[in-house]
């Protein structure tokens, strides 16, 4: 599409504390539901047993899966989600881990009523202790190698206004999954890096076009010249962004509507972290570093002034 921004006169530096009430909100939302709620943990994350269910002869209801359930030995199941274009297939979850004996009733169970074995997986709590500690350090290690990247290309300031914007993104999506209750599982963790990577490419592009300009401007004295620099950039690169995210976000469209129940969940976390990581990129990270660029200046001014005076 062809977005045309650099001939408007948008002030987007006048409008920086309404940018940051969102944030602001969205983190007060998700530190009271997570002290609450919390998050729906997956067997991949929690110990638990996973039936996957499939009858070969029609489509399932979740009353029928229960019953069924109940039919094959007693067995209740935490949770059950239907999947398939015509619900042909159900997802059972136990937070207990089932035994093999328990394993082999239900597959013989299924079996034989329905025409197809059960595919059981099965978390220790160990090995859910493992993967979330997992993929706790690999967001940290991401984190780190970040700011090293950033601060070594621009300076520490751009590195830590990028860091900020992606825990926003993170936190936003976490948010949204604790609201909703989906399932979070590996698909969860990886949609969350990708927005991680995608993200701070996008706050790269912003930041680079805001160093170019400021080797270009005149003076860079007063707060004026700050803003002025920073809405320049984010005008020229607005309509870059727009197109970018509009592109992946139909692509994540289609595989959230088309695509299987295992990969909805990716793509759903991809769609709500393409517009957190997109409003970050723009309207976060350049506010947040032309706040800490200006302090950063005014105490500059004010020990050349000392010294000045001292002389």
Known sequence: MNFNFER?????????????????????????LLSTIGLNLGIDFESGSRVEVMNEEGSFTEEEVQNAFEAAGG??????????????????????????????????????????????????????QELAMNALISVLIASVGIIIYVSIRFELLYGLAAI???AHDAFFIITVFSITQLEVNVPFIAAVLTIVG?????????????????????????????????????????????????????AAGAIFLLGGQGIQTFAFALLIGLVAG???????????????????????RQKAAAKEAEA
């Open 8 to 32: 408007k006169n948008i002030d987007f530096v006048k409008h920086r504390k309404k940018f940051f009430i969102l944030p602001a909100i969205v983190a007060m939302i998700g530190i009271i």
């Open 164 to 166: 900020l914007a992606l």
């Open 198 to 250: 995608y993200s701070i490419n996008d706050t790269i592009v912003t930041f680079d076009r805001i160093r170019e300009n400021m080797q270009k401007a005149e003076k860079l004295e007063t707060f004026a010249d700050l803003s002025q620099v920073v809405n320049h950039s984010l005008l020229q690169t607005l309509a870059r962004s727009i197109n970018t995210v509009l592109t992946v976000v139909f």
């Open 278 to 300: 997109t409003y970050s990129s723009l309207f976060l990270a350049s506010q947040v570093w032309l706040v800490w660029k200006h302090k950063q200046l005014e105490r500059q």
């Open 75 to 128: 067995y209740e199941p935490d949770d059950i989600t239907l999947a398939g274009d015509d619900h042909e297939q159900a997802h059972a979850r136990f937070i207990g881990v089932l035994d093999q004996n328990e394993i082999a009733e239900i597959q013989t169970y299924f079996d034989e009523e329905y025409g197809a074995e059960p595919s059981v997986s099965t978390v220790s709590p160990q090995v859910g």
